[in-house]
């Protein structure tokens, strides 16, 4: 006795297309959405110089199935961190924080029916 599954070769290949199709799309909606906060920590960051706000970018890494995206500034020192939090003589400026609010629930809405679109 045994099973024999009709089309289970075409699924698999289906399913194999679909995967990078899921992966161009989420690495779509996450680039939206970096680009937005990133626009937002640059308007909100404190300009001394202009080097921090021109540091600010954004990088997205990861897998097919575990993307990232990374958003901030590339400054080596500590002055993204000081600016953020404030230090003894210094009062806080946040421009990290104030970028992402409201960012999740884009970011939500944007990757909502990615499997939908992707699978018609």
Known sequence: MGIFVKGARELQQALTSATGKLDKETVTVLRREAVAVRRAQKAAAGVKSGDMRGSI?????GTKW???AEI????????????????A????????????DG????????????LDRTLK
């Open 57 to 61: 970018g954004y990088k997205i890494r």
């Open 66 to 68: 575990r993307r990232v």
């Open 72 to 87: 901030g500034p590339r400054l080596d020192e500590m002055y993204p961190f000081y600016q953020e939090n404030g230090t």
């Open 89 to 100: 003589r210094m009062p806080a400026h946040p421009f990290v924080g104030p970028s992402l």
């Open 103 to 114: 960012s999740d629930g884009r970011l939500a809405d944007g990757l909502d029916g990615i």
